[in-house]
């Protein structure tokens, strides 16, 4: 049913008729964070009836393989009495739900955990709610209301959903990709005043005319702040998404429904936006941060030296009826054709720990 009053559409197109185009960072926030009309503030996304399916729907076994993760951080940590453990954009709590099955059994650490989830839709809130019950979660909407124990952070495809600026190369200057009006519909536009070249970074100096720099600002931010407040506390923070080693040029926005692409300026608030994430700038937030970031590892590799291979084979063992299910998701998360190498992992962690899955 739809809301009653404007759409989400018609205030973004008011907004512009007033004040000018918009630039692609402050569309893309409204369509996915507007307090009410926003496309992570309603229904539930995921899944076959959703837009998109995560790691952690596909198989129980990827959050088998962070629950070990997690476990064996918590020991390396010195089995602290209390820890925070903080999911950025649980989803359904699915991953957690497999992962804490398994963390749990480490000694003391299901009395010492503290689970926090930075979550802003309801309708997953509920879900999330019923699936984590039994470890007493808390929502929280602003990360500097943690506590001051040992911390644990896991974000799941969460920075590719966060607002990305865009930039695009014209007889040597940069120019800012915004969103305007034209014959009433939306388009995209360049602004019309340069942007420092000094400010765009050396790694796009040598794009030629016509080249996108996309700076997810907001992602290394939001990852800088993080990782100043796993500073003090000690602990690590763990982040997996699509996207690339080494920062480099060219445009990645997409918007998908229904598993479909979909023109990202058709109908705002709909559609899932997203840019596949700068894992080079992530890890270059982390260590101004005074972290140690470790080597960024593909997706297929991470999990495979957590014994996701082992874990298949045990569980197709025990259960020969789901053998060939088994494998169709292994291979998906493995494969280098599907998520095992578009799928990055990066490890921010307190100097002195060694998390599992990343070279020594």
Not at 227 to 242: E, F, S, V
Request: proline share 7%; charged share 20%.
């Amino acid at each position: 049913m739809a809301e009653p009053g404007p759409s989400l559409g018609d205030l973004i197109d008011m907004q512009i008729r007033q004040q000018g185009p918009m630039s692609l960072a402050s569309y893309m926030g409204l369509c996915l964070t507007h307090p009410t009309r926003g496309y992570y503030r309603k229904a539930d996304p995921l899944g076959t009836g959703g837009d998109f399916i995560t790691a952690p729907e596909i198989s129980q076994t990827f959050g088998e393989m962070i629950g070990a993760w997690i476990a064996d951080l918590y020991l390396q940590m010195g089995s602290p009495e209390k820890f925070t453990l903080l999911e950025l954009g649980p989803g359904r709590g699915t991953l957690l739900a497999d992962a804490l099955r398994v963390a749990t059994r480490a000694t003391g650490l299901a009395e010492a955990l503290d689970l926090k989830l930075y979550e802003t839709n309801p309708v997953l809130a509920a879900m999330q709610r019923e699936r984590l019950s039994a470890h007493s979660p808390d929502w929280i909407e602003d990360v500097e209301t943690l506590g001051a124990s040992p911390l644990i952070i896991i974000a799941n495809e969460f920075f590719d959903a966060l607002p990305v600026r865009q930039f695009v190369r014209r007889e040597g200057k940069w120019y800012e990709r915004s969103v305007g009006l034209a014959d009433g519909q939306r388009v995209f536009g360049l602004s019309p005043t340069p942007y420092q070249e000094a400010l765009i970074g050396e790694a796009f100096a040598s794009a030629e005319d016509g080249e996108v720099a996309e700076i997810g600002l907001a992602g290394q931010q939001f990852m800088g702040q993080l990782c100043r407040l796993l500073g003090p506390r000690g602990g690590a923070l763990l982040t997996i998404d699509y996207g690339y080693a080494h920062t480099q040029p060219g445009e990645t926005l997409q918007a998908l429904a229904r598993h479909a692409p979909v023109d990202p300026l058709a109908q705002p608030g709909a559609a899932d936006l997203t840019t596949h994430v700068d894992f080079e700038a992530l890890g270059r937030a982390g260590r101004m941060a005074g972290l140690t970031v470790h080597p960024i590892v593909t997706q297929g590799s991470f999990l495979t030296s957590l014994g996701l291979a082992e874990r298949h084979l045990a569980l197709a063992t025990a259960n020969p009826q789901k053998a060939a299910s088994l494998a169709s998701a292994f291979d998906r998360l493995t494969r280098a054709d599907q998520m095992g190498e578009l799928f990055k992992v990066l490890c921010a962690a307190s100097p002195g720990l060694r998390p599992a899955g990343f070279p020594a």
